[in-house]
C-alpha cells in the first residue's frame, strides 16, 4: 500500500473515531441509559469502519469506543460503573479488561465474518445479482456478529468478575438468578442493538463498498466492482 492509500486509510480512521467521540458526547445518541442498564449504539461506526478499512482499524475504533466508556464511568457513572472504571468505588483492574477487550475485538470479528461469507460465496460462482443479494446479508450478519460480541462478552465477563456487586445493584441475589438477570439483559438490550446494528451496517457499506470500488484498504482487500453489485 503506498503512501497515499495509508493517508486516506488513516483520514478515513479518523473520521470514523471522531464519529465515535461525537456520539459519546451527544446525549441519548450513543449512550443510552435506563437506570443500571445501558444500551449503546457506538459499536456501528465500528463495525463499518472495520469492513471499509480492515481489522486493524476496527481494532483501533474499538479502542476508541473503550475509552469513552472509560471516561463515562469515571465521570458521569451510573451504578454500575464498576464494571466499567477502575476508578469508580467497587472497580479494578478487570474494569479494563470489560472496557477495552470486547470493544477491540467488535471491529475484528465484524471484518473477519464479512470477508469470510463473502468469500465463501464467490467459491459458489452464484450469478452477480444474487452475489449483490448475498453480499448484503454478509453485512447484515457481520453487522450482528460484531454488535452481540461486544454485548456478550461485556455481560459475562461481569458476570465473572462482578456478579456479587451487580447483583447487589439490580437488586437480584444467587448466582443462578443473576445470570437469569444478565441473560435478561442481552435478550431486552442486545438483540435490538445487534438487529439495528447489522440493518445500519449493511445499508451503509453497500453504499460506500460501491464508492470505494476498486480501492485497496486493511489487510489488503482490494474492493472490487463485482463484488459490490
Same mark, same amino acid.
Given at each position: ?17 471522531? *464519529? /465515535?467521540? @461525537?456520539?459519546?458526547?451527544? #446525549?441519548?445518541? &450513543?449512550?443510552?441509559?435506563?437506570? $443500571?442498564?445501558? +444500551? =449503546? ?5 465500528? *463495525? /463499518?469502519? @472495520?469492513?471499509?478499512?480492515? #481489522?486493524?482499524? &476496527?481494532?483501533?475504533?474499538?479502542? $476508541?469506543?473503550? +475509552? =469513552? ?161
Amino acid at each position: 500500500m503506498n503512501i497515499s492509500k495509508k493517508t486516506q486509510e488513516m483520514v478515513l480512521t479518523a473520521i470514523f473515531a471522531a *464519529i /465515535i467521540i @461525537a456520539m459519546a458526547n451527544i #446525549p441519548y445518541l &450513543g449512550y443510552l441509559n435506563f437506570g $443500571v442498564v445501558s +444500551a =449503546t449504539l457506538i459499536h456501528i461506526p465500528v *463495525i /463499518i469502519g @472495520a469492513i471499509l478499512i480492515g #481489522p486493524k482499524a &476496527g481494532a483501533f475504533l474499538g479502542f $476508541v469506543f473503550g +475509552a =469513552t466508556s472509560l471516561i463515562r464511568a469515571t465521570f458521569q457513572p451510573n451504578l454500575s460503573s464498576f464494571a466499567f472504571s477502575p476508578f469508580y468505588a467497587g472497580g479494578n483492574m478487570w474494569s479494563l479488561v470489560i472496557c477495552f477487550v470486547p470493544r477491540i475485538l467488535i471491529g475484528i470479528v465484524s471484518y473477519y465474518v464479512f470477508y469470510g461469507l463473502v468469500n465463501g460465496f464467490k467459491k459458489h460462482k452464484k450469478e452477480n445479482k444474487k452475489r449483490g443479494g448475498l453480499e448484503t446479508i454478509s453485512l447484515l450478519i457481520a453487522g450482528i456478529a460484531g454488535s452481540m460480541t461486544n454485548t456478550l462478552l461485556v455481560m459475562n465477563l461481569i458476570f465473572v468478575f462482578f456478579s456479587d456487586q451487580y447483583g447487589a445493584v439490580q437488586g437480584v441475589a444467587g448466582s443462578g438468578a443473576i445470570y437469569k438477570f444478565i441473560v435478561g439483559v442481552i435478550v431486552v438490550n442486545g438483540i435490538p442493538e445487534a438487529i439495528i446494528a447489522g440493518i445500519l451496517t449493511a445499508m451503509v457499506c453497500k453504499v460506500m463498498l460501491k464508492v470505494m470500488s476498486g480501492t485497496r484498504f486493511g489487510y489488503g482487500h482490494t474492493i472490487t466492482k463485482s463484488s459490490t453489485r
